[in-house]
């Protein structure tokens, strides 16, 4: 990030309304959190927790309360960053359905300069920490120039990924920005915005959208926008979906860029924020630039380094507030500025007119910009490494309700003896998750916050008020309950001996006896714990069982046997810690503790399913876009925070998770039953059925014709490969449907550069296909599997292969050993970058070497163990126009493919 700043200053091109500044909201800041090291991204999960990450490669998770949890969620070592003060993580995405799929993204710089665009998955039994090995590399970023980079990645309102990437310019003041004219040359990814689908292809695919799909143009597919300096933060308006972005200039002005949506909240792509043609709205370096290009000029604009007195500027773009608290702030734009720890707001009117305010509050290096679930926002400083709530002058407007507390149980106890309770749920008018607590407990009790359970042995008697609290993160209610603990008997002592034998999923057995009253039996307690002094107890029993052996041993006359059958609460699929205890007594029988896990339906009887609500019959347009209210939220006894699920959606719908929101454009008339499904990941999941009814007629498909040929060559338990082409239309791709049995599976689309194809005179040579085999045919079933071209009779060549897939196998090879596949990204290559996708190698190293014909290196790349798909970008160094060699070689195999470079 470019680190110059500014003294505000309004542009005259713009009519800059004065109507209402009196009735402006003023800002304050409200202290979230401290001690933050580097922080650089703030964002939501969907919940009331905050992800926050740091420069250095951590991401921490921020409670509602404020605490940050000790343990990161996440941890990238510092010695895979480039630099872990400057330059190492810059943004974190959480998928729509991260609350079912776990799946979340990261934009980091790596050891050897390049950034890299990550997924990765969240512990499947710990929601506090994520699977730094299920890190999955989606893009790599060569930054020869190691300029700016941008970084900033979020999910737009299409549910796409959005990547906003720098210029990779780094050029000090009164030098020219931009020298190589990346942010104009759409055949690279530097000043872009790039646009990719994560829910479909290998690792990614291409939004149909996108507005640079041209086979063999190349420009990458990923391009969405352009002529971006060095985007440092941006937004969606959730209510409207407008974009906003917050753009460093060069020497003489920061700016503040705005592109409206239209009415289904879609932002029109192929736009050009015009750098380095302009900067800010001036002409900056326009030799080169096409005048009938449109080009977005800046919302706002304000002086920069070289037109306020030498004072540096850095602007960084923000949100547009759309919580409850404050009303008066609603539709501000809130941004600021890194340098000069300047706050503002901006609020915009439907005629592009506009007023900027400066705010009070100043900050310490105000960094990035955050949203919360709810709509509110939040802001960073970088140095100062704090978070702080935006608030307003005015008193926030409640519109959350506390929780409700039970009715006030009566506790009692006794001195000396195992107790164990769990206390009664609060109820939450808002269906928000609770956090509890519990004070003031007597010596050796402990409270179980997630189990809400009080277990333990006190060792003083008396009656003990207690403070039984529930919070929802915003607001707190407290319940006063009383705990009277009676005085036991004696400590229960002896000259004990005694053994936890036999522990299984039946019964509790051993034997146990006083040496000093060898013919007295004793009592036997059960606890379930990770530690005797907190485990839970679980039931006593009489160890008066004769057994000879004991007779035979001595031990009094042998009736000191026990056998405990072991309740149905234990059976319920997880670890419990046993131990044995002589009941009133410090003796711990030997061999405890042991564990059990018994399979069965037996779950604690504290946990209750979720309810379902009643839902109402939903109606849609066919092939109109069309947005469902939130469906309703289940209830949950326990108030654990919900997963929720929706199946059976006609095409061209999506359900997000989060939202509980239906979205999209059905593409098919008809009523359809929906699964609508709620987990709170303790009880198997709890549905509900509803119905849509899509309204309207669809006329059937054109039948496609032409003179076509195309083969089916490869079938496995990973993929489906071949080509195909049209010989009336050489460079136009097509698309092919696949078949298990003569039922549809899905389709993809024929347009991967082979080589052989192009040396065969097949149009440009993009005609290849890869499909990854889907689930449905890993069944360990036979399959024929068969393809044609979408909409036509043609059927490829080689129809059908037999295919057989273990279920739930390791995807292996079945009609062929899987080789080494290239496809290169535009051959010939006209820029200063070579993009390889490799398939074939997943699991083993993988090195990639481009050379020219005398052998000299000119870019090369490593790969300890490949992905399953590896995506990179080569760079030529501006290497002269000729042939050049691109060998890919794994320890078992190569390949050799042969590159043009035209200029």
Known sequence: MKRYATLFWSISLYVISLAGWSQTPQLRLQTVATGLTKPVDVVSAGTNRLFVAEMGGKIKIIEPTGTVLSTPFLQIPANRLIDVEFNGVYSIAFHPNFATNGYFYVFYNQKDGQSILSRFTRNGSNPNIADLASERVLITF?????????????????????????????????????????????????????????????????????????????????????????????????????????????????????????????????????????????????????????????????????????????????????????????????????????????????????????????????????EGSDGELYVLTFNEGSLYRIATTESPVVTNRPPVAPSPPALAATAGQAFTTTLPVFADPDADPLTYALTSLPAGLTFNAG?????????????????????????????????????????????????????????????????????????????????????????????????????????????????????????????????????????????????????????????????????????????????????????????????????????????????????????????????????????????????????????????????????????????????????????????????????AIGTAEAKNYRQDLKDAGKGNGEHGYVFQTPSAVRDNVNHQISAKVKNSTYTLKGSPIALQCASSARLSASTEELGLEVIIRGNPVTGDELVVEVRGAAGQPLRLQLNDLNGRLISERQLEQAQEVERHALGLNHHPAGLLLLRISTPTRSKTVKVVKLN
Not at 465 to 491: Q, W
Not at 583 to 605: A, D, E, F, M, R
């Open 142 to 370: 060569p930054f020869p120039d190691k300029g700016h980079r941008g970084g900033k990645i979020l999910f737009g309102p299409d549910g796409y990924l959005y990547i906003f990437v720098g210029d990779d310019g780094y050029m000090g003041r009164g030098q020219m920005g931009d020298v190589l004219g990346n942010a104009q040359n759409l055949q690279k990814w530097y000043g872009k915005i790039l646009r990719i689908d994560v829910n479909s292809g290998s690792p990614y695919s291409i939004p149909p959208t996108n507005p640079y799909l041209t086979p063999g143009d190349g420009i990458p597919d990923e391009i969405w926008a352009r002529g971006l300096r060095n985007p440092w933060r941006c937004s969606f308006d959730r209510e409207t979906g407008d974009l906003w972005l917050g753009d460093n200039g060069q020497d003489g002005y920061e700016e503040v860029d705005f592109v409206a949506a239209n009415a289904s909240k879609i932002v029109p792509a192929a736009q050009n924020f015009g750098w380095r043609c302009y900067e800010g709205a001036h002409p900056y370096a326009t030799a080169d630039c096409n005048p009938s290009q449109s080009l977005v000029m800046p919302l706002h604009e304000y002086a920069g380094f070289s037109n306020n007195g030498n004072q540096s500027a850095s602007v960084v773009g923000g949100y547009v507030y759309r919580g409850n608290a404050y009303p008066s702030l609603r539709g501000w734009y809130v941004y600021g500025d890194y340098a000069q720890g300047k706050l503002w707001l901006l609020r915009r009117e439907a005629n592009n007119t506009y007023q900027t305010i400066l705010q009070s509050p100043a900050l310490v290096n105000p960094i990035g910009f955050g």
């Open 451 to 743: 189990s809400r359970q009080i277990s333990g042995t006190p060792t003083q008697s008396g009656t003990f008020p207690l403070v039984y609290s529930a919070t929802d993160g915003l607001l707190k209610t407290d319940l006063s309950i009383s705990l009277t603990v009676a005085a036991g008997g004696a400590v229960v002592t002896g000259n004990f001996e005694g053994y936890l034998d036999v522990v299984n999923c039946s019964t509790l057995s051993g034997w146990v006896w006083n040496r000093d009253k060898p013919n007295l039996p004793l009592s036997v307690e059960f606890l379930d714990g990770a530690t005797s002094a907190t485990a839970v107890l679980i039931g006593s029993t009489l160890a008066n069982i004769y057994r000879q052996d004991l007779k035979n041993a001595n031990k009094g006359n042998g009736e000191h046997g026990y056998s405990f059958v072991v309740p149905e609460s234990l059976k319920d699929n997880q670890t419990h810690t046993i131990w044995g205890r002589v009941q009133g007594s410090t003796y711990i029988l030997k061999w405890s503790p042991k564990t059990i896990n018994c399979v069965g339906t037996g779950l604690p009887p504290t946990n209750a399913a979720p309810v379902a609500p009643s839902v109402s019959s939903l109606t849609a347009p066919v092939n109109v876009a069309y947005t469902s209210a939130a469906l309703p939220a289940f209830s949950d006894a326990e108030s654990d925070p919900l997963s929720y699920s929706l199946t059976s959606l006609p095409s061209g719908l999506s359900f997000n998770a989060v939202t509980r929101v239906i979205s999209g454009t059905p593409t098919q008339p008809g009523t359809f039953n929906l699964t609508y499904a709620a987990t709170d990941g303790k009880q198997t999941p709890v549905s509900t059925t509803l119905t849509l009814t899509v309204n309207g007629t669809v006329a059937p498909p054109p039948v496609v014709t032409g003179n076509f040929e195309g083969y089916l060559s490869v079938v496995n338990c990973q993929e489906i490969r071949g080509w195909v082409w049209d010989r009336n239309k050489p460079n136009t791709p097509l698309t092919v449907e696949f078949f298990a049995d003569g039922n």
